[in-house]
């Protein structure tokens, strides 16, 4: 990650590198559940975020694509990130294989009422929200993520579940 803050600080120094993290919970222990890997807890990320800003810079993302019944609570939120350093993005689950696997796919054209609730409420505290449903032609041609352009580019032959 220093790393990475050098090339933005030596090449994007115009404020147009946009940084997300992931995080698709508010709570520890379901984002732990989500993401069995090793991640920064929220205040490691706050840290990471307030050396990382400067101003000019875009607002760093805090990405949450919220399956069913994930916690989320945007108090929890506002005690950890400055809304001038950070913005929240919601998303839909994509068509994943292991989404699949895990019953955890949730794509929407329009975002579900809780989480225009869920924006509402963080707008409230300050925050920049973004609710940034998928396009159909973007999961057919598996371009909303990361998971399925690797799919894509390693010739897996997942078929993504198109919404109506």
């Known amino acids: 990650m220093e790393r990475l803050a050098r090339i933005k600080e030596e090449s994007f120094a115009n404020g147009s590198f ?14 732990r559940a989500i993401i069995p890997i090793r991640t920064w807890s ?23 694509a919220l399956a069913s ?12 990130f400055s809304p001038e350093r950070f913005l929240v993005k919601f998303t839909p689950v994509n068509p994943t294989s292991r989404a699949d696997k ?6 929407w054209l329009e975002a ?13 505290r300050g925050f920049r929200a973004i609710v940034n449903p998928a396009w159909p032609e973007e999961i057919e041609g598996r371009v909303t993520c990361g998971q399925l352009v690797a799919a894509a580019i390693q010739g897996r032959s997942k078929e993504a579940a198109v919404p109506a």
């Open 102 to 107: 895990n019953a955890l796919t949730r794509v």
């Open 18 to 31: 946009q940084l997300q993290f992931s995080l698709h919970s508010t709570d520890e222990e379901a984002r």
């Open 69 to 80: 019944g994930s916690p989320f609570d945007p108090a929890a939120l506002a005690r950890e």
């Open 112 to 124: 579900p009422e809780q989480i225009v609730r869920f924006k509402e409420e963080l707008e409230r």
């Open 42 to 64: 929220f205040q490691e990320i706050a840290r990471y975020g307030e050396r990382w800003f400067r101003p000019g810079d875009r607002r760093i993302s805090l990405n949450f």
